[in-house]
């Protein structure tokens, strides 16, 4: 389970006073933990759950360090950056764009479908597979871009 490793590298950043690893390792922490004590969930929650939860993560702090870069915040920004690095660690390998509108050419092909007025079947079908290896937004701009 992913919250054992963590707590593992939280012991390991301790002892090695990385400041850096464990901020992003406690956000992760702090938001599994969250994810366990939802309205529904159980004890242990699934891969899937913990994709999610990481992924969100990550989200939140792109956001925050666009919002920091506008603002000429580098010092907020750099934080942001690095904890987005310690969380990136804990998904799966990314996928380039190239293999990720390969993927959603032959999923355009197996739907048949031709227009944007069809991008929810695609978006579906691929935010399933793809969960934790691409963001969301970066296939939503794919798909657009295939479809039009």
């Known amino acids: 389970m992913l919250i054992e490793t963590i707590d593992q590298d939280i012991k390991k950043a301790m002892l090695a006073k990385d400041e850096t690893s464990l901020r992003g390792l406690r956000a992760i922490k702090s938001a599994l933990l969250l994810a366990r004590t939802e309205k529904g969930a159980s004890e242990n929650i699934s891969e899937e759950t913990e994709l999610k939860v990481l992924q969100k993560l990550i989200k939140q702090r792109k956001e925050s360090a666009e919002i920091y870069q506008s603002q000429n915040r580098d010092d907020l920004y750099r934080i942001e950056k690095e904890e987005m690095q310690v969380i990136e ?3 799966p390998q990314q ?3 190239e293999e990720i509108t390969a993927y ?3 999923v355009i092909k197996k739907t048949g479908a031709t227009s944007v007025k069809d991008m929810g079947k695609i978006m579906g079908a691929a935010n399933k597979e793809l969960a934790g ?3 969301g937004k970066t296939i939503s701009e794919i798909v657009k871009q295939l479809l039009q």
């Open 104 to 106: 959603l050419q032959d």
């Open 133 to 135: 290896k691409a963001d």
């Open 89 to 91: 660690a804990y998904l």
């Open 95 to 97: 996928m380039g764009r």
